[in-house]
């Protein structure tokens, strides 16, 4: 059976405050931590064997996931010393893989929220006889993203920097962060430093007459690197918009972890998560947003698309709109912080101290 590699060693840097502490990979989506929705995604499609290229806060791992038997997989864990961006990182775990040099090896980025159809990119790989397959996807707008041009065949013309201008945009087709690779190619990566795969790797491929072949898949897909997009990704994890069989309960408008309290007059809508041990007051409002485990919303509080870390305290009134509150972080009552505004972990904000904005 196919088996894979899941790349979560990033720093996660565009997600701090939630990765002070906890790697990106496992800050909680949707209830538990997002790797759990890729490994469980993986099994679904018949994947057995998955190696962790992991590095930053690798320590946390393998004692939450440990040889993956709870899952139904058999989990291995390689740590970076230094980092070696991904291509370095693929080519880094490739003593731990099983597979012949002419097998296919799943690869997927540890902060990709998709429902993308496994089956069907490893199918594609066989049958087009490609050296790499590589999962695409449309965007409206694909300025922020290379660009991935294919032919008819589907088979990949060229790696493009992100554009410039419009003359540049010759498809809105991206790289979606999923790849086959057939084994052999694995073992042309240099070792013992960094490489990508995007800048290096592929267009080394090509323009070396290897073939690499375009999947495009329009489902759901989402690049978790932003507080935004994180909070968007587990709403619609729990709204059954991003499909994973990892959820813990039913889809729909709320989803509240079994040792969670929630006072009966609290309103919760648009995905909204209380993780375990959260405390939700009288009269509060959540919409669209995550209580990480154990964090307190004092009554009649007002939350809305926003991320409330472990252990943190938002206070009576406080109005949240598009806000990250850090670990262990005490906001005051009577206090409002939209668009954009993170308070660091273990902060303090007294009562009534601010009516603040990222964009003011």
């Keep these: 059976m ?11 840097t565009r997600l701090r405050p939630l990765t002070v502490h906890t790697p990106k990979p496992m800050v909680p989506a949707a209830g538990v931590p997002f790797l759990t ?11 057995e064997h998955i190696v962790l290229a992991t590095s930053y806060l690798a320590e946390v791992f393998e004692p939450y996931f440990g040889d993956g038997s709870d899952l139904g997989l058999h989990l291995e864990y390689v740590t970076e010393e230094e980092p070696l961006g991904t291509g370095g990182a693929i080519r880094n775990v490739a003593s731990r893989l099983r597979s012949a040099p002419g097998d296919p090896v799943l ?17 594609t790989h066989t049958a087009s006889g490609a050296d790499v397959s590589l999962h695409l996807t449309r965007v409206e707008d694909p300025r922020a993203f290379g660009l991935v041009p294919t032919d008819s065949t ?18 809105d087709q991206i790289n979606a ?14 070792t013992g430093r960094p490489v990508s795969v995007e800048r290096e790797t ?33 709403a619609d994890l729990v709204m059954g918009r991003a499909p994973s069989p990892a959820v ?59 991320l409330v870390g472990a252990g943190a305290r938002i206070g009576a009134r406080t109005v949240l709109s598009g806000a990250v509150i850090g670990d262990g ?5 009577d206090n409002e912080l939209r668009e954009g505004v993170r308070v660091w972990c273990g902060a303090s904000l007294p009562d009534a101290s601010l009516r603040f904005s990222s964009d003011q």
Aim: one cysteine or more; glycine letters at 14%.
């Design 2 to 12: 196919t088996e894979a590699i899941l790349l979560v060693g990033g720093k996660g």
């Design 37 to 47: 929705h890729q490994l469980a995604r993986a099994r679904a499609a018949g994947v």
């Design 107 to 123: 690869i997927f980025n540890g902060d990709i929220l998709t429902g993308l159809d496994i089956g069907a990119l490893v199918s």
């Design 154 to 171: 589907g088979r990949v013309t060229a790696f493009l920097e992100k554009p410039q201008t419009p003359e540049e945009i010759v498809t």
């Design 177 to 190: 962060g999923a790849y086959v690779f057939r084994r052999s190619v694995i073992d042309t990566i240099p």
């Design 202 to 234: 592929f267009p080394g491929l090509l323009s070396s007459g290897a073939h690499l072949q375009g999947m495009v898949d329009s489902t759901y897909w989402l690049d978790l690197g932003t507080p935004q997009a994180f909070v968007r990704g587990s």
């Design 248 to 306: 813990p309960g039913r889809c729909g408008d709320r989803l509240v972890l079994p040792t969670a309290s929630v006072a009966t007059d609290a309103k919760l809508t648009g995905g909204t998560v209380v993780g375990e041990g959260a405390v939700v007051g009288e009269g509060a409002r959540i919409d669209g947003s995550a209580l990480l485990p154990h964090s307190v919303i004092e009554p009649g509080a007002v939350i809305t698309d926003s």
């Design 329 to 333: 972080a005490t906001v005051g009552a």
